[in-house]
């Protein structure tokens, strides 16, 4: 069995400030250029204005790939430079950095391991499936379908983080009422730190989401204003929704696939999850400079800390231990989006299609043996 001691990782995982701010200028600076060549040449030719949104959506996906690595910390050796740099390519993509890292840390944690994570489509089992009316069955399969990244990323975007903030503060002001009322000398520092909210876990977490959505909403004010917000909106949400619903399809097809580590937590194995349970993607040198070479999954899950920048020569020097690792290119991804049940007998994801053929047998065999 190989383990994570087989792997040679530790000269990759340190970070390079250098190429680290070549990254940042290379994808920011041309980023911000095409929002401000956007309304120019919509002047001067609409059809010039596509090509420009597919360039937007394509760097927009690149600061998301980079604010990931900041999540990190490996893209910056300073904590605090991963940060700040972090929350800046958050207020880009109008996500909070730091309350979304947090929860992609605990994905890391625990790969592979599908009684804890079910990954950001929030899968269920086979078990669970199964007690579903027909009804919801068809509704479970649909919200999962491919065409619901569209709607679902930008409301992952550009409305979950609004609503996160206004749902906790709402929360807030009721627990404030309600201290005062039971004891109107309590400290106002023991009433914030005794409040707990399902939208952030921590007071670092809310302050992030609460600075995001400052810059955030002052960002689409002042663009509006800048470029008309007619002009503004329509690009931006069009743009934000495919660059969201990029990312999050990446994301998925990179654990749900056929023969995808999906273990129980009894027996589960973190080197299993990360090259089991993780697939390499093989995209088009283009699609990998802006994915920052994201499809090199397997080494990224065994060390977060090794850079995007080093992730592909990482994958090459340890080639060797990875022949078995799943390999997916473009045209795999349709299929991908099949696998969306955990059979935790059998450790595996199953489409609904091949869960419905299974039962169906099962009953007929009971019906003959009968």
Not at 37 to 52: D, G, R, T, Y
Request: proline share 4%; charged share 15%.
């Amino acid at each position: 069995m190989i383990k994570k001691s087989d792997f040679i990782l530790a000269p990759y995982m340190k970070s390079n400030n250098f190429r680290a701010t070549y990254q940042i200028l290379n994808t920011v600076v041309p980023y911000i250029l095409l929002w401000i060549l956007a309304p120019q040449a919509a002047k001067f030719s609409f059809w010039l204005l596509p090509p420009i949104m597919i360039l937007i959506i394509l760097f927009s996906l690149r600061c998301f790939s980079l604010m990931h690595d900041c999540g990190h910390y490996s893209l910056f050796s300073s904590k605090r430079v991963n940060r700040v740099v972090g929350f800046i390519l958050g207020v880009i993509n109008a996500i909070p950095q730091y309350p979304w890292s947090r929860g992609h840390a605990y994905h890391h944690k625990t790969n592979g391991d599908w009684e804890k994570y079910r990954g950001p489509s929030a899968l269920i089992s086979t078990e669970e499936f199964s007690k579903l009316s027909p009804a919801a069955q068809k509704w479970y399969g649909f919200l999962r379908h491919p065409f619901m990244l569209l709607p679902g990323g930008f409301f992952y975007l550009a409305i979950k983080p609004r609503l996160a903030l206004i749902s906790g503060l709402y929360g807030f002001i009721g627990h404030l009422m309600t201290c005062i009322q039971e004891d109107p000398t309590m400290d106002i520092k023991k009433i914030i730190y005794s409040y707990k909210s399902r939208s952030w876990y921590t007071t670092e977490e809310f302050f992030d989401l609460l600075f995001n959505n400052i810059f955030v909403v002052s960002s689409w004010i002042y663009a509006g204003y800048l470029l008309g917000f007619g002009f503004f909106l329509s690009v931006y949400s069009i743009t934000l929704t495919f660059s969201a619903a990029i990312f999050i399809c990446v994301f998925f097809v990179q654990h749900n696939f056929d023969g995808s580590y999906a273990h129980k937590t009894q027996g589960w194995d973190y080197t299993l999850g990360a090259l089991e349970g993780s697939s390499y993607l093989e995209l088009p040198t283009v699609f990998k400079w802006f994915a920052a070479d994201i499809g090199y999954h397997n080494i990224h899950h065994l060390s977060e800390r090794i850079p995007n920048y080093n992730l592909e020569a990482c994958h090459n020097q340890n080639s060797h231990l990875l022949t078995h690792v799943k390999k997916l290119k473009i045209s795999d991804i349709p299929d991908c989006f099949k696998f969306i049940l955990w059979d935790s007998s059998a450790n595996r994801l199953v489409s609904i299609a091949s869960f419905h053929q299974s039962t169906s047998w099962a009953r007929n065999v009971t019906a003959n043996c009968s």
